[in-house]
């Protein structure tokens, strides 16, 4: 899981900011925002323009740099305006059992400008792009040390300026080697590729902007009783409809609301369902490998009570996922579904503090944490 995320001169974060989910109490409530000591549920409140869509891109960075999936796709504007320096600093920090992997890099318009890996506190490799310094001395550590180092330097030296045309030593490496089951490595892929953010933004709903995308859905909803589930997802959250797929005569499949005449299911289906459905999809395409989700302000269609039951929802069928909820919604700073080491403030200086750490009180189970927030209790660390 992950255990800590820093970043430093990134869009509105000039200074250093650091996510650390290994920063908790002992409360003996709402257990299961935490697992192995480690927090799993978040929910991250601030004023507008603080920067909390900044910040799910930026803790997504690092799929757009093993992958080049697009999560994070080219940034002219992606440092700091007030800053001199000319990088932005990315760190992540993993814990998978008895191992520690700790991924830092700078990033600048053309991609790295620095990368470094350690496991366990030992340096396995660090490449210094701008000042072609390069130090591959424990790649034995990893079973990494047939991989010829002196051909990827030829590669780095062959790139050209065009933007994001740099590629890292870690993708090199994960390209280039076969790994053990029991590799950190291929944990460190696999929690990666697990990890998503999905936003209130309309633009970014694949659903709706992919025809492919569409019929992807519509298949795993013909799978495994996912149709069943998926209704009883909607029904579970508030939304009492019955659904039905049917086969078009061009083999394409489509999705109707289930009335005495049918209803074509995306094309009439209200702005919260929408990103009902847009989440399930999410999560149902990548079910297996949910490792990490940001979740956006996607409760600002719902319901206060759609927006409870989603985050129980998400609490009781995903323990293990690491999620973070970002949201204006007042109701959800509760000791019945949070807790105050998991409840963040993001500030507009660009600071995050829990709860419990932004008052000289002692929180306790029967606070009303929304009633002291709303007063301003906190309000020094807005």
């Known amino acids: 899981m992950l255990k800590a995320f820093t970043l430093r001169n990134y869009k509105n974060f000039k200074d250093e900011i650091t996510i650390d ?3 908790i109490r002992d409360y003996l409530f709402q257990k299961d925002c935490i697992s192995d000591g480690i927090i799993t549920k978040m929910l991250i409140c601030g004023r507008n323009a603080t920067g909390k869509t900044n910040l799910g891109k930026a803790l997504l960075d690092i799929k757009d740099v093993l992958y080049g999936t697009f999560e994070c796709p080219y940034d002219p504007f992606l440092l700091n305006a007030d800053s001199d320096e000319k990088t932005a600093f990315f760190e992540y920090r993993f814990q998978f059992g008895d191992t520690e992997l700790c991924y830092e890099y700078l990033k600048e318009y053309r991609g790295l400008a620095y990368e470094k890996l350690e496991i366990n506190g030992i340096s396995i490799f660090e490449c210094n792009f701008e000042k072609g310094k390069y130090n591959f001395d424990h790649l034995n550590y990893v079973n990494a040390e047939t991989i010829n180092t ?9 790139c050209t300026d065009i933007p ?17 089951e029991n590799s950190v490595l291929l944990k460190l892929t696999d929690y990666v590729n697990g990890m998503s953010r999905i936003t209130a933004d309309y633009r970014e709903f694949s659903l709706l902007s992919n025809t492919v995308e569409e019929q992807n859905f519509y298949q795993l909803l013909e799978k495994n009783h996912n149709l069943q589930h998926f209704e009883d997802f909607l029904n579970v959250m508030g939304i009492e409809c019955k659904l039905k797929l049917k086969r078009m005569l061009n083999r394409q499949r489509n999705l109707y609301f289930v009335y005495d005449r049918m209803i074509p299911f995306l094309e009439n ?15 149902l395409s990548n079910d297996e490998n949910v490792s990490f989700l940001y979740l956006d302000g996607i409760d600002s269609f719902f319901h206060y009570e759609a927006a409870e039951k989603m985050l129980l929802f998400l609490k009781e069928t995903y323990p293990k996922c690491q999620i973070i909820l970002t949201s204006h919604n007042t109701r959800l700073l509760t000791n019945k579904l949070m807790r105050p080491d998991c409840l963040f403030i993001l500030s507009e200086k660009g600071s995050l503090t829990s709860f419990c750490n932004a008052t000289q009180r002692e929180l306790k189970e029967e606070h009303n944490l929304e009633k002291m927030y709303i007063s301003g209790e906190f309000e020094e660390y807005e």
């Open 269 to 283: 289906a209200s702005s919260g369902i929408l990103m009902l459905t847009e989440l399930y999809y999410r999560i």
């Open 150 to 158: 002196e051909y990827y330097l030829e590669n780095v030296k062959s």
């Open 21 to 23: 989910f290994e920063n």
């Open 164 to 180: 994001g045309s740099r590629f890292t030593f870690l993708k090199w490496t994960l390209d280039h080697i076969a790994l053990d």
